[in-house]
């Protein structure tokens, strides 16, 4: 069965965007080469992203970069939305709930990873027990606001997580 992966860059003080969605902060810092980012994306068979995410604001727009992994991704993504639109583009899939779509992306994925894109989504997985693997993108600098890699859990009980042996230092397997 397809790992669920939350693939994400943060800056130092844990925000994947700024405020508004704003991810233009990311642009100076995408490009370089990072092996486990390299490894990662070899190994991504679809993408579960959430409508956010979908919808919001790529720091590579309008460039040959834009998409997912900086327009390296070409494949299988599902959005997860309350509001699906009419018909979907090519390659694009909309479930309205949880469980259908981490169904269709581990479906598209086969024995490839599932990359989850969107904080939201990651959280909901993470709840609901399915998340594998957290890796994270750590980039050198503060935002100071925007939004969260986790967004508040309050109540919940801490979630373990442990250190995947290799090159990568922020590469984590969910303990369960």
């Known amino acids: 069965m397809a790992r669920l992966i939350y693939s994400a860059a943060v800056s130092l003080d844990g925000y994947l965007a700024g405020p508004g969605g704003d991810m233009s902060w990311l642009a100076e810092f995408a490009g370089a080469p990072n092996p486990a980012a390299e490894r990662l994306l070899a190994d991504v068979g679809a993408l579960l992203v959430g409508r956010r995410t979908h919808d919001g604001d790529d720091p590579n727009r309008g460039t040959d970069a834009e998409g997912a992994f900086g327009g390296q991704y070409d494949g ?90 290799d090159d990568t230092p922020h590469w984590y397997r969910v303990v369960r």
């Open 76 to 165: 299988p993504a599902v959005v997860l939305t309350h509001r699906p639109p009419p018909t979907a583009p090519p390659g694009l899939t909309f479930a309205t709930d949880l469980t259908s779509a981490v169904d269709a992306a581990r479906a598209a994925a086969g024995e490839r990873s599932v990359t989850i894109l969107g904080a939201d989504v990651a959280s909901q997985c993470l709840a609901a027990g399915l998340l594998d693997e957290v890796f994270v993108l750590v980039v050198p600098v503060l935002l100071g606001d925007g939004t969260r890699l986790f967004p508040g859990r309050p109540g919940a009980a801490p979630v373990r997580l442990e250190s995947i042996a």
